[in-house]
């Protein structure tokens, strides 16, 4: 800088420069006896901030009675600004020491190298405590890489009036995608309103639900695991949602607008029909009333096996942690049965521990409650608990996963697209980059890769 | 001049509603649509009136007033810093000789064909070796100067006679003297318009923010409304909410600064 | 030759130092990093290892990389509908209309606006089942345009806010350049017979001729540089609808692939600067007129 020599109106500006820019710069305390972990979540704030505070404030106090001071630092971080801002932090070596992953991107930090393995620091009947379906995802080449935390399965959200105005009822379209899709074009023609939409090329869900269909785009060779996305079973599974989409028989931001645009044309009454979380009808019963009180809810639409998708929230250590043990057992504490019914109290949200799932709470409603609308959601609740009874978390335990993911979203994103493009030519693509993305990753088999049996097939389980 | 044929006047008059409306509508639409309830028809503007999207950008996620604090806080120091350091390297390449004095001012002028979100990896890099990730600092110290801001400068100077500035020398000014008392006031129309263009683009200014902003608190508006965009069970309406709000002080700045924005000042962008 | 006033040597760069620090610690060593990193495989978690010219043959090879430069490429027409619009805007506003001061505010109005804002508002126009535009065009009996998810809408979707955001900027600027044609000028041309449209033609444009040249080279860099219009509007699109920025941020911040991005990046600089010094030359010894 320049010296502002005598002239006071230069140092006058100066000084307010500086002034601003130490005032900006935070400067953080470090106390050398304090242990501060940090904590990222996935879109939990601003609705579950007291549920997360006070958990944390438990843990901090629990540890305290252990005469270990520790500190959390919770921040919330959107959903679909994750990856940016892990990359970004952990360029800058602020990584924070626990981050809460989809199933979607989980796996994408895993190949990064972000993660490490939980096992030295968790006893053994911790990590038995969850679901081994959930658990297995985060089972990646013999290490466990997080623990499972929430799961959300999904619940068919429908709007009754306009499935009316199309000569439908809930139970009509409450079964397999193959039901929904015969039905689509035909009610879209009718009423100018589509039946449902789903997100097919931007945070896909036709992967897994091409998984719960029974159909698998990976074959075994040599006892390693192998693309196989060009065989005519892939190739139908696709083509028939090609035609559907080219038919108009979905919007056509299903192909671009992710997850996001479900629940923006449901409010506005421009789908009748939505496969989701359960979560979201607490949020149209506060933004859209209207529309809440046309709703009802049905048990989630299915591929032929029946069995619904698990999507599970997962609690892993990234590797730049200082304290790795502490983090570890604070993501022990933040999945445990008791804060995991906790918080599924609050929220349409299912545990990973089956011991909270034996509560009274996951019951279907038993009385005509007066508040209609408490009721609704909490038979959402129950439909969603039952299925999870027979759901499979339909994603491969592959480091891969994500570049697989993001190789067919972007290809079938365009297929979507370009009304000149072919399902065969967009498969062959597939096929040859996901070809050489299996070749050049560790050898995995098809033990990885989720293939249950049709739900009725197996014997009716217990709990 | 001869008067105008009717012709002409029906042309111009009908080229100033269609620019007018093409300049205000798309931002009075998004008003309309952001006053409208969730389950409102997007067609229809009269499909009913609400502030509940206004509330909501407020109180979603840490709401908007820590956005709007930095955001003020990073286009003040930014235009600041542009102004003062643009008008202090001007002064040197406009008034003074020394070597090498061409080739640097070149060398200024190609950092504007840089890109920069091509280089925003490694200034990312070089803003966290300085210990500055995620401090409004970082925001706002690699923009501290344009080239264009030197270019505008410069034009201005070059423009601005001898006399005034020999006659401030022999009354025994040095040149920092000088540059304060004579040129800087000259040059203020100029000085106006750069600080206004550094407001304009700082507040407009997404995506370095986005990389290098991470706490939420530390958030500018547009990072702010990127994020509203995203979040995954919101009502989009508060994003259209928040859009409108930020828009809000930038157009009251604006229509305040109108007597500096004239016309003429736009020449020492356009004669060299 | 205009005198120099005496100074110590050093005095010019206690001026420029400020400055200079800025600009060559934050873009210059900056852009040097990005021509090392191009050629290393750095990702955020791994340091980086030279890789020869992996990258760029990666690059080269790789058809979103052509196809979205072929996209930039296109995205330049906005510059000539640019320098029309805004040009057509300036006559507005100087023919002194009653309304001209007010108009000239309104119409710089988007400038001002925040790109992403503007962005925002016109993806609300551009919805496809429920946006203004599409009903209109419906309503008048039109087919309806899926401007945000067909090509080549979606860049021109990308482009009209462009257009939408920079015409009142470049408007002032013509406004600027009109107001210094001398008035005899014109009336020595009109009085000579020469029409409305022959005036505007035979003198108005060739002095301004200068700044028109100027505008264009201005607006293509910016257009070749287009990144916010493309990332808020067309959100979800493929990288194939887009141009190259937006590629550079895709492979660096959303695959982590820094290294590749960074070659990206330096072929885009190459093509800004070749385009620059082209542009520059063509209207040197176009206009012939001194700058």
């Given at each position: ?463 | ?20 409306v093409l300049a205000i509508g798309p931002a009075l639409w998004l008003l309309l649509i952001a006053l409208q ?5 997007m067609n229809d503007p ?194 259209y909410?928040?859009s409108v709000?930020?828009l ?25 | ?116 804002v503007a962005?925002v508002a016109w993806r609300v126009l551009y919805n496809?089942?429920a946006g203004l535009l599409?009903s209109t ?27 939408w ?127």
């Open positions: 800088m320049t010296e502002p020599g005598r002239c006071s109106r230069l140092r006058f500006v100066a000084c307010l420069a500086l002034a601003a820019l130490s005032l900006s710069t935070c400067a953080e305390d470090k106390n050398g006896r304090t242990t501060t972990i940090e904590l990222w979540t996935l879109a939990l704030s601003p609705t579950f901030d007291d549920f997360i505070t006070s958990r944390i404030r438990s843990y901090e106090s629990a540890r305290a009675e252990d005469g270990e001071t520790v500190r959390v630092e919770w921040v919330d971080v959107p959903f679909d600004a994750l990856d940016r801002k892990l990359i970004a932090a952990a360029a800058a070596n602020r990584a924070p020491d626990v981050v809460n992953f989809s199933d979607m991107t989980f796996a994408r930090f895993v190949s990064l190298g972000a993660l490490i393995d939980l096992r030295p620091y968790l006893p053994e009947e911790t990590i038995q405590q969850y679901l081994p379906g959930a658990r297995s995802i985060a089972e990646i080449d013999g290490q466990l890489l997080a623990v499972p935390w929430y799961l959300t399965t999904q619940t068919l959200i429908a709007n009754e009036r306009l499935l009316g105005d199309g000569g439908l009822e809930a139970d009509d379209i409450a079964g397999t995608w193959d039901d929904l899709r015969a039905r689509a074009v035909a009610f879209h023609e009718r009423t100018g309103v589509h039946l449902f939409s789903l997100p097919m090329g931007r945070e896909t869900v036709l992967l897994s639900a091409m998984l719960a269909e029974g159909v698998a785009p990976f074959a075994e060779r040599d006892g390693r695991l192998v693309a196989s996305f060009d065989t005519p079973k892939v190739v139908g599974f696709l083509e028939e949602w090609v035609r559907l989409f080219r038919a108009g028989g979905v919007p056509r931001e299903a192909a671009t607008g992710g997850f996001a645009h479900l629940i923006d044309l449901y409010q506005r009454r421009s789908i009748a029909a939505m496969n989701t979380s359960p979560n979201f009808l607490r949020r149209i019963r506060d933004e859209a009333p209207s529309v809440f009180d046309e709703t009802v809810v049905a048990p989630a639409v299915t591929g032929r096996l029946r069995r619904s998708h698990i999507a599970t929230m997962v609690l892993g250590v990234t590797s730049q942690s200082e304290h790795p043990e502490e983090a570890a057992r604070l993501t022990a504490w933040m999945t445990s049965p008791d804060n995991q019914l906790a918080f599924a109290r609050l929220v349409n949200i299912l545990p990973s521990t089956p011991e909270s799932l034996q509560h009274e709470h996951f019951d279907p409603p038993t009385s005509k409650a007066e508040d209609e609308a408490a009721n609704r959601i909490a038979a959402s609740r129950a439909l969603a608990a039952h299925s999870l009874r027979s759901a499979v978390a339909f994603t491969p335990a592959l480091a891969t996963w994500p570049d697989l993911r993001r190789a067919f979203e972007d290809r079938f994103t365009r297929l979507l697209l370009d009304d000149n493009d072919s399902v065969t030519r967009a498969a062959a693509d597939i096929q040859r980059s996901w070809a050489s993305t299996l070749a050049a990753a560790a050898p995995a088999d098809l033990s990885a890769i989720p293939r249950p049996l049709p739900a009725s097939l197996e014997a009716p389980t217990r709990e | 001049m001869n008067r105008r044929p009717a012709w002409l006047a029906i042309w111009l008059g009908l080229c100033a509603i269609a620019l007018a309830p969730a389950e409102a028809d009269f499909a009913g009136l609400t502030l509940r999207n206004f509330i909501g950008a407020f109180s979603e996620g840490r709401g908007l007033a820590e956005p709007l604090v930095n955001s003020v806080l990073v286009t003040l120091f930014r235009a600041g810093l542009n102004v003062l350091l643009a008008a202090l390297a001007a002064y040197p390449l406009s008034r003074m000789r020394f070597r090498g004095r061409d080739t640097l001012f070149v060398l200024i002028l190609a950092t504007m064909m840089i890109p920069e979100q091509v280089i925003v990896v490694p200034m990312f890099r070089i803003v966290v070796s300085m210990g500055l990730y995620d401090t409004l600092t970082a925001v706002v110290l690699p923009f501290g100067v344009s080239a264009f801001g030197i270019y505008l400068c410069r034009q201005a100077f070059v423009a601005i006679p001898w006399e005034m500035e020999e006659a401030a020398r022999i009354d025994g000014a040095n040149a920092l003297q000088t540059w304060w008392h004579v040129i800087v006031p000259l040059a203020a129309p100029t000085l106006a318009t750069l600080a206004l263009f550094s407001v304009i683009a700082a507040w407009s200014d997404l995506l370095w923010p986005l990389v290098v902003l991470q706490s939420e608190h530390k958030h500018t508006l547009p990072v702010a409304i990127n994020e509203l965009l995203g979040r995954f069970a919101t009502n989009i309406r508060y994003a909410a928040a709000l930020s809000i002080p930038i157009i009251t700045l604006f229509i305040a600064s109108q007597r500096f924005l004239k016309a003429g000042l736009f020449a020492g962008a356009v004669k060299g | 030759m205009p005198r120099r006033l005496d100074h110590h040597p050093l005095t010019p760069f206690a001026f420029l130092a400020p400055a200079l620090a800025i600009l060559g610690v934050f873009w210059l060593l900056a852009l040097a990093q990005v021509f090392y990193y191009s050629f290393t495989n750095y990702t955020p978690f791994q340091t980086p290892e030279f890789k020869g010219f992996e990258n760029y043959e990666r690059l080269l090879s790789s058809r979103a990389f052509w196809v979205c430069l072929g996209n930039a490429a296109a995205y330049l027409l906005v510059t000539p509908v640019l320098i029309v619009l805004s040009m057509q805007a300036a006559f507005v506003v100087r023919a002194r209309l009653r309304c001209a001061p007010g108009l000239r505010v309104l119409l710089f109005l988007p400038v001002v606006t925040p790109t992403i962005a496809e089942d599409n065009l419906a309503a008048l009996g039109l087919p309806e345009i899926r401007w945000l998810t067909e090509r080549p809408w979606t860049l021109v979707s990308a482009m009209l806010v462009t257009l955001k920079g015409f009142g900027f470049y408007m002032m600027v013509f406004l600027a350049a009109l107001i210094a044609v001398p008035r005899e000028l014109e009336e020595a041309a009109s009085l000579d017979g020469a029409g409305r449209l022959g005036v505007l033609r035979h003198v108005v444009l060739p002095s301004i001729w200068p700044v028109i040249a100027l505008v264009s080279i201005i607006s293509s860099i910016a257009a070749l540089k287009v990144f916010d219009e493309l990332f808020v509007t067309i959100r979800g699109a493929p990288i194939e609808h887009q141009t190259v920025v937006p590629l550079v941020y895709q492979t660096a911040f959303e695959r982590g692939e820094y290294g590749l991005a960074c070659a990206i990046g330096i072929t885009l600089f190459a093509v800004i600067l070749g385009f620059s010094l082209l542009n520059l030359r063509l209207s040197r010894s176009d206009a012939g007129a001194p700058r």
